[in-house]
């Protein structure tokens, strides 16, 4: 059974730090690129950071850059997400996706992990 499985949300004060995991099982993400998303309460999904298969590529949202870290460890087959800096516009659920780099059909997502920020 495919699944993914955020872990490490929880309460930090601005400027504090998080470090947020996604755990893989069903599947190898060897051959997936992997995304994290946010939601806010009351507003819409949004685009955070985006990994390539390899590893060798990130991409980040412009609200982000400069302060979260996406990273991927293939043999633990999970995928990381770094948040430095935070702000209280952080605040959200945190949800990991996959993409198939052979199928882009294959879409698979988290059920999330919620970050909240605030002093």
């Known amino acids: 059974q495919v699944q993914l499985v955020e872990s490490g949300g929880g309460l930090v004060q601005p400027g504090g730090s998080l470090r947020l995991a996604c755990a893989a099982s069903g599947f190898s993400i060897s051959t997936y690129a992997m995304r994290w998303y946010r939601q806010a309460p009351g507003k819409e999904r949004e685009f955070v950071a985006h990994?390539?298969?390899?590893?060798?590529?990130?991409v980040y949202a412009d609200s982000v850059k400069g302060r979260f870290t996406i990273s991927r460890d293939n043999a633990k087959n999970t995928v990381l997400l770094q948040m430095n800096s935070l702000k209280p516009e952080d605040t959200a659920v945190y949800y990991c996706?996959?993409?198939?780099?052979?199928?882009?059909?294959?879409?698979?997502w988290g059920k999330g992990t919620l970050v909240t920020v605030s002093s």
């Open positions: 990994i390539t298969s390899g590893g060798g590529g990130t």
């Open positions: 996706n996959a993409l198939s780099r052979y199928n882009s059909d294959i879409n698979y």
